[in-house]
Every structure is written in C-alpha cells, then in structure tokens.
C-alpha cells in the first residue's frame, strides 16, 4: 500500500511526467513486488541524467505540456538521494537558465518505503523543495499485515516500526497527504481494518485499487465485496465519511460507457517518459525489463538519438475501443473499470501493446456491488435526516 499526496491531481493529470529510474535497489525484499529484476548494479549517474535533461529541455516541441512532474523511483529512491538531490538542482538551474515555461510549473515526486524518511540529508532535501514536492509512503495498514509481506532483505525482520514512526513526521510535512493501496488475492480479508488503520493514523484519504495481474482466485471477488461492505458499515456508522475518503466508493463506477463519447486511453503510458541507468527511454516504467516477467522491454529512443517517433507512434493511437474486447465496450458496469498498459503488454498471448487483460473483471464487478450498497446506505441516511447528501 502506498501513502502519498495528491500529486496524481495536480494539474488535472495533464503534466508530463518525466520518471528517473535512479535504482533497481531496495533494502526491503517485499513478497509481492512486482518488480522481478531488482539489483544493486543498476544505480543511474548523474551523467545520464544530465544527459537525458539536457534533450528533453532542449527539445520543448517535444514536450509541449505547459506542466511538469519530475517523478524519482526505484527500488527505493532515497538511497539515492545525494543523486536526486543533484539531479533536482540541475533541473532548476537549466529551466531557469533556458528559460524554460516549465520554470514556473514543476513538481518533484518520489515514492518511498519510508525508512530512510526522517534522516538528515532526506530531511533537507525536503526542506529545500518543500514548495514542489509531493512525497508517497508505502504502509501496509496494521503491523500483523504490513510484516507479512515487507521485510528487510538483510534479515527478514518487518519494517513496520520503522516507516510508521515516520507518520507522524511526513503527515506535519504534507498534512493532505493521502494513502493509495493495492491489494492482491491474499490482502483480501484485510483490506477493511487496513483502511480504518491508516484512517487512524491520520491519513484521510485512502486510494485503492486491486492488481491488474491475473492472481484472482475462486472467491475472491466474493470476500472483497464482504469486506467492503464492512468497511462502508464502519464508516458510515462511526461517520468517517464526512471528513474520510475510500476511492473504493465512488459515484464514478459502474455505469456504461458510450464510446463515442469517452474513449479515452485509462492510464498515460506514451504521454510520459521513463528513463533507466542506461540512458534508454520507455513509455512508462512498466515497459523497462526490471517490471516485465514475459516480455521484452519497449525502449523508445535513448540519451543519445533522442525519442524515436516510429516506436512511440503506436502509445499514441491506444483508446479504449482499440485495445478492448467486446464484452468491455457493451458491459454495463464499465466504468471505473481500469487497465495498466504495460500489464496487458505483460500478459498478451503475443507482444502487443493493444490487448486488453481483464483478470481483473470479477473483482470490478464486487466493488461495484460494493459501492452500490455504501451509496445507497448513505442516500437513505440522507433522506432521514432530511438533508441534502453533498458527500
Ligand atoms: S473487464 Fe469486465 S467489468 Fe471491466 S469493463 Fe470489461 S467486462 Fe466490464
Ligand atoms: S502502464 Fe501501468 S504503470 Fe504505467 S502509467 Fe499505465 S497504469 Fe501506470
């Protein structure tokens, strides 16, 4: 599960995200991490970052949004934050100095474990560039459930105490900061006190969503409409949803769509640039060889020959109707129903990035079944008290 602030709305989502890879390394060894070539080798230079922000401000027709977000990931970024640190410095001074209209609208963004939070060079970094950063963390609710899964790769211990000692400290830092969680198959039972537990430790807005990946087994979509029923149950009856929010309730979900007029790709896969320790570019980092278990990496271009447009060309066509099966352009509970592109590339029968993988059918089916029940009860609740429902 990952904590973060609202970086994901800034700008309407209509940034350029710009992703350095700046580590394959973590000192976690989560159970579940998805990124199945994680090393210690591959750590980005500054020389190949210099490189890659050299092209790309150097090239705005290129880039022509009016907004940036420039995103640091890993494994774990702030093992590199000398590096980010540097990196960030240089961005500023060349926008500047190029004049560049990304000057005046820039964010910084990175995802972390939360160990590293509160040191001292962390610290300063965050203090240094407070007024454009957005920073996540990753918690997995309770103790119990967060030391299942994300142990230290040196001992096995969990990491639990110290990423939430560190709550605290980033919620003062980032105080709308907001939680995103993933679940998988055996987070299931666990997903109700997760979400009152992170409700808890102040986070006020928790954003869920299931994995694309095709591990749903016999019955989950049943426990997770069970435990979204006694999560709605626990927060309309302790009144957590007047200042809390589960993006699991939605009043988007589950109507049809009309093609003709929305058929929008889901996610930004090709509007935004990913770039490894190579100097190789990907239209997210979902298509870099570390996150890809069956296919080939989709490099689009490098540091030094820049983007190649033939091979971007393809991203830029993707739509809804282009990549669905027809079950999912007449379903009638379509919407809110979400896809990651560099999955279904991941899990198509060849390498196409224009098959849509709905493992995840089932599971959209229990939430909205879910969410129809917690509307409901909130509408009724509304009625009685005879007020106008503006939640
Ligand atoms: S995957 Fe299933 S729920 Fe989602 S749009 Fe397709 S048919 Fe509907
Ligand atoms: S390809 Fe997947 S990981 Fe990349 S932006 Fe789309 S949804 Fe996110």
């Not at 965050?126 to 997995?140: A, C, P, Y």
């Not at 509007?271 to 996150?291: H, V």
């Not at 393809?314 to 282009?322: A, E, G, K, V």
């Amino acid at each position: 599960m990952i904590i973060r602030d609202d970086i994901g709305s800034w700008e309407d989502g209509r940034a350029k995200t710009v992703t350095f890879i700046v580590t394959k390394d973590c000192q976690l060894a989560c159970k579940y991490c998805y990124l199945v070539g994680k090393n210690s080798r591959e750590r980005m230079s500054f020389e190949v970052a210099r490189q890659a922000i050299d092209y790309i401000l150097d090239n705005p027709a290129l880039f022509p949004e009016k907004s940036v977000v420039f995103e640091f990931i890993g494994g774990e970024p702030f093992i590199e934050i000398d590096l980010i640190d540097r990196i960030c410095d240089y961005l500023k001074e060349q926008m500047f100095v190029k004049n560049h209209p990304w000057f005046n609208s820039y964010r910084f963004s990175l995802s972390t474990n939360g160990i590293n939070y509160h040191e001292p060079k962390v610290q300063r970094y965050i203090e240094k560039n407070k007024s454009h950063l957005s920073v996540g963390i990753t918690i997995d609710g309770t103790r119990a459930k967060h030391d299942m899964n994300r142990v230290y790769k040196s001992s096995g211990r969990g990491s639990y105490d110290d990423v939430v000692r560190n709550i605290p400290l980033w919620l003062s830092q980032f105080p709308g900061g907001g939680t995103k969680v993933t679940v998988s198959s055996p987070d299931l039972p666990y997903i109700k006190e997760s979400v009152l537990h992170l409700f808890s430790l102040g986070i006020r807005e928790v954003s869920i969503n299931c994995v694309f990946e095709d591990v749903w087994q016999e019955g989950d979509d049943r426990i997770l409409e069970e435990q979204l029923i006694a999560l709605a149950d626990a927060m309309i009856s302790d009144r957590l949803y007047e200042d809390h929010n589960c993006s699991f309730f939605s009043d988007y979900i589950g109507k049809p769509l009309d093609p003709e007029k929305d058929n929008r790709n889901w996610c930004g896969a090709g509007k935004m640039l990913s770039i490894d320790a190579a100097g190789n570019f990907y239209p997210c980092t979902r298509f870099a060889g570390y996150s890809l278990r069956s296919k080939q990496p989709i490099i689009i271009g490098n540091i030094h020959d820049g983007i190649d447009t033939d091979r971007l060309r393809p991203f830029l066509t993707l739509d809804r109707t282009t990549q669905s099966p027809q079950k999912c352009i007449d379903c009638e509970v379509a919407s809110g129903c979400a896809w990651c592109q560099g999955e279904n590339y991941d899990a198509a029968d060849t390498p196409t990035i224009f098959q849509r993988s709905t493992a995840i059918c089932k599971m959209h089916k229990a939430r909205v079944r879910a969410n129809n029940y917690y509307w409901s009860r909130l509408a009724r609740i509304a009625e009685k008290e005879g007020a106008q429902c503006n939640i």
